[in-house]
């Protein structure tokens, strides 16, 4: 079975469920999500909220490998995804060679402000965090006690691992929207809509808007016309 964490966060808690449904249809093997959501981590993570948090789970990520008990393989995602592709093959991806894989975007965004007018910050290795396969036994480091202190760019940054223990995914499991360049949805695994996407008004026409609406109403419409 393959355990997917997806950032959780109640302002979007829609965007949420279609990006676990996009998964699910597409999927040949069993799937368990978890929903890295701060009201079930209290008591665990305690960490007051910085100003340029755009989300609740921009630091709660790194609480993988503990929410794992430091065992086996999981997933993490944004929620601001959806899947194309099936889940199995990013994680037979998996090499014990490293600790984390990721794609390793070389991405500097231009504007100042993103959704819900949230300010847009520039780090190196940016996005690199916001899908991840985690080796837990080999992301110890990552305790609640160290997430809670550390800083974001120390943990976005991975400055928790030596630089050769991080992977490579191939870029089609984290295409950024609008800044990559536009390609056939057959060399895409995985949109990730991380300026915004079109369940923000401001972001109605943006690129791949009509997948991620298809998505919603086979998710949400066949339900809400029964009530």
């Given at each position: 079975m393959i355990k997917v964490f997806i950032g959780f966060d109640p302002k979007e808690e829609v965007v949420y469920h279609v990006l676990c449904a996009s998964i699910l249809r597409r999927s040949s093997v069993p799937v368990q999500f978890i929903p890295v959501a701060l009201s079930t981590l209290k008591g665990i993570f305690n960490r007051e909220r910085n100003p340029l948090q755009s989300t609740e789970f921009s630091f709660s990520r790194f609480l993988v490998p503990y929410l794992?008990?430091?065992?086996g393989w999981s997933?993490?995602?944004d929620n601001d995804m959806l899947v194309l592709d099936d889940i199995a093959k990013l994680w037979e991806l998996r090499d014990d060679r490293y600790s984390v894989m990721c794609v390793q975007h070389e991405h500097?965004?231009?504007?100042?402000?993103?959704f819900r007018n949230q300010v847009q910050t520039k780090y190196e290795r940016k996005n690199w965090s916001s899908v991840m396969l985690m080796n837990n036994a080999k992301c110890t480091a990552l305790t609640p006690s160290?997430?809670?202190?550390?800083s974001g760019l120390d943990l976005h940054r991975f400055r928790w691992l030596a630089d050769e223990t991080i992977g490579k995914l191939p870029a089609r499991w984290n295409h950024l929207v609008d800044y990559d360049p536009q390609l056939p949805l057959d060399n895409i695994s995985n949109l990730h809509y991380t300026e915004g996407g079109p369940y923000f008004p401001?972001?109605?026409n943006?690129?791949?808007a009509?997948?991620?609406l298809t998505e919603y109403k086979k998710t949400i419409f066949p339900f809400v016309n029964d009530i």
């Amino acid at each position: 079975m393959i355990k997917v964490f997806i950032g959780f966060d109640p302002k979007e808690e829609v965007v949420y469920h279609v990006l676990c449904a996009s998964i699910l249809r597409r999927s040949s093997v069993p799937v368990q999500f978890i929903p890295v959501a701060l009201s079930t981590l209290k008591g665990i993570f305690n960490r007051e909220r910085n100003p340029l948090q755009s989300t609740e789970f921009s630091f709660s990520r790194f609480l993988v490998p503990y929410l794992s008990d430091y065992e086996g393989w999981s997933i993490f995602m944004d929620n601001d995804m959806l899947v194309l592709d099936d889940i199995a093959k990013l994680w037979e991806l998996r090499d014990d060679r490293y600790s984390v894989m990721c794609v390793q975007h070389e991405h500097t965004p231009m504007e100042d402000t993103k959704f819900r007018n949230q300010v847009q910050t520039k780090y190196e290795r940016k996005n690199w965090s916001s899908v991840m396969l985690m080796n837990n036994a080999k992301c110890t480091a990552l305790t609640p006690s160290y997430v809670e202190t550390a800083s974001g760019l120390d943990l976005h940054r991975f400055r928790w691992l030596a630089d050769e223990t991080i992977g490579k995914l191939p870029a089609r499991w984290n295409h950024l929207v609008d800044y990559d360049p536009q390609l056939p949805l057959d060399n895409i695994s995985n949109l990730h809509y991380t300026e915004g996407g079109p369940y923000f008004p401001d972001y109605r026409n943006c690129g791949y808007a009509n997948e991620w609406l298809t998505e919603y109403k086979k998710t949400i419409f066949p339900f809400v016309n029964d009530i």
